[in-house]
């Protein structure tokens, strides 16, 4: 079963043991019937333990959480940095235009047919997402060795995206030189 972070635990809130969750998607409506959820620690091939809800309230902005069994914010700090993962069809749903970070992960990064590099990560930048794309050994980057690029998820660089065939396509190449 494939899993997606769909929050992370920021923080401890009040005295009675909330904590303060930051939704990845920017929403909140697909976690506020949850009775339960599964935290991870250390990322991917973390630790996954499961935890009762007795209540979530809040918004977007500040989506609260409390978990049977924590009941002081010293209890609650515990849970900070924690990953809220669901199953994929419990995940936020997409819009147009909208990717899972995983799904992008899993990516080839194509220039005019050619293969340029694997999509390895992204993250949020000032202006909006970046891709971390760690480039194929090329002597027209002046070295067989990986090296990784950032590349600004625009339509600018950035054109046709095609998840079924796990390909990105890189308008123009001297964006990563």
Known sequence: MELLVTGIIRSSHGVNGFVKVESTSGEVDHLMDLKGIDL??????????????????????????????????????????????????????????????????????????????????????????????????????GDSKLTTRILPLRKEFVGKIDIKAKTVELMHRWILE
């Open 40 to 141: 991870r620690s250390g990322g991917i091939n973390g630790t996954i333990k499961h935890f009762d809800i007795e209540r979530i309230e809040g918004s977007a902005s500040c989506l609260l959480m409390k978990f049977k069994g924590i009941e002081t914010p010293e209890q609650a700090k515990t849970l900070a940095g924690l990953e809220l993962i669901v199953p994929r069809d419990m995940a936020c749903p997409l819009e147009d235009g909208e990717y899972y970070v995983n799904d992008l992960c899993q990516c080839v990064l194509m220039y005019k047919g050619t293969l340029v590099g694997t999509i390895t990560g992204v993250m949020e930048g000032g202006a909006g997402d970046l891709l971390e794309v760690t480039l194929s050994e090329s002597e027209e980057f």
